[in-house]
């Protein structure tokens, strides 16, 4: 399996709408399009550039590009977004003289901005001062688009940025749904506590998933198959994902809505896993051992379904007492598994990291510590 980051600071550069001024510029990436699932997911992380200094706590997708005049100098940068009643300020020194500087100003994201569906054309005005004197405005051409709205794919011409990763950004381990789903799955008698790889079984591993399964079953969550295509190149490829509160209200899952809602309760309760996605289609994976040498999959496209009950029951379930809730989601989940390996089988030899953007692996764990984080907004469970 292959598991690619390319730090979007640095990879979506050339990606750029942009004012410019022999002064100063303005940049918006890619393609003047903010993505606040792009903006939310990434922790502050400063260019590896080394002639390039950054400052601020924005990501960098938006960007104001100077080059300091003396050392020490002092520089305040107001971004307004008058369609969102939204402004912010950036205060910032510049140590050296004579640098070229790129400061990140935040977005501070509102309910109007939250409970957005649809993309929606605005633009920021930029203004500078220098040294207490005001040194300019620019105003930048935007679209903001939805929270739900996953980008995953950037080209232009030959030149190409693999993002797949932000799907990582959906999977909500501290979701209130998550918890929703544990007290229910506790309730179904499948498992006694949650333990994670404790038990060092990986039938134990298996039980903890299939309670989970049941309970999001038992919510009378289904698979849906719409098209979740938002853009479809040929510049920016994105679609459509499901927050979890949304996923758990609606009753309906794609395949990538149930995988990353599966993903976020396996990583609360300490099982690592993993997103495997292939050309229109993703499924789930997660492992078995704390050692991450083995892992089972997941066809969440087998939610809810109606399957024939195998006549000998699985290892992992030999000790849990069945019931007909238990026995219809012991089927359902001991088929999307038996399917989850198959297709896993049938695309293993692409899923190496020179197939790109077609196959990949997102692991969640590895997506933390590279600095993927939540995309964190508001949810409800009902």
């Known amino acids: 399996m292959s598991f690619r980051f390319r730090w979007p600071i640095l990879a979506l550069a050339g990606f750029t709408s942009a004012s410019v001024a022999a002064d100063w510029s303005v940049r918006v990436t890619p393609f003047g399009g903010i993505y606040p699932s792009l903006e ?6 400063t260019s590896a550039a080394p002639e390039t200094y950054t400052l601020g706590a924005g990501s960098g997708l938006i960007a104001v590009v ?37 400061l990140y100003p935040p977005l501070q994201w509102n309910d109007a901005l939250q409970s957005q569906k649809k993309p929606v054309p605005a633009h920021i005005e930029f203004s500078l001062e ?28 030959a030149e190409t940025v693999d993002l797949s990763w932000i799907f990582a950004a959906y999977v909500d381990e501290n979701d209130a749904v998550v918890d929703d789903i544990i007290d229910r799955a506790k309730a179904s ?41 938002i853009q479809r190149g040929p510049h920016v490829f994105s679609q459509h994902v499901r927050l979890l509160s949304e996923t758990w209200n609606d009753r309906s899952a794609n395949c990538i809505d149930g995988s990353v ?3 976020s309760v396996l990583q609360r309760v300490g099982i690592r896993s993993f997103l495997v996605l292939v050309p229109g289609h993703a499924f789930l994976g997660f ?32 000790d849990v007492a069945i019931t007909p809730e238990t026995q219809k989601s012991r089927a359902s989940f001991t088929a999307a598994l038996a399917a989850g390996r198959a297709h896993h089988m049938r695309v293993a030899a692409k899923l190496d990291g ?14 933390r510590e590279f600095g993927i984080r939540p995309i964190s907004a508001p949810s409800e469970t009902k």
Do not use: C, K
């Not at 939310?40 to 992380?45: H, K, T, V």
């Not at 004197?133 to 232009?156: C, K, N, Q």
């Open 40 to 45: 939310l997911s990434q922790a502050r992380r």
């Open 66 to 102: 100077l080059t300091s005049r003396r050392a020490g100098e002092r520089v305040v940068v107001t971004t307004r977004i008058p369609e969102f009643d939204r402004t912010q300020r950036l205060d910032a020194d510049l140590a050296q003289a004579t640098h070229r500087y790129e």
């Open 130 to 157: 220098r040294d207490g004197m005001p040194s300019g405005t620019r105003e930048e051409r935007v679209t903001i688009h939805p929270f739900d709205e996953a980008l995953y794919f950037v080209r232009d011409g």
């Open 189 to 229: 008698g499948i498992v006694d506590d949650f333990n994670g790889y404790a038990r060092g079984s990986s039938d134990a591993v298996l039980a903890q998933a299939w309670a989970i399964w049941h309970a999001i079953s038992e919510r009378g969550i289904r698979y849906s198959s719409a098209d979740p295509s």
């Open 261 to 263: 809602l599966i993903a």
């Open 287 to 318: 492992y078995t051992d704390a050692d991450a040498q083995h892992a089972a999959y997941l066809e969440t496209t087998l939610l809810g379904a109606n399957v024939a009950t195998a006549s000998n029951s699985p290892s992992f379930a030999r």
């Open 354 to 367: 020179r197939h790109a953007p077609d196959y990949a692996v997102i692991d969640i764990a590895a997506a």
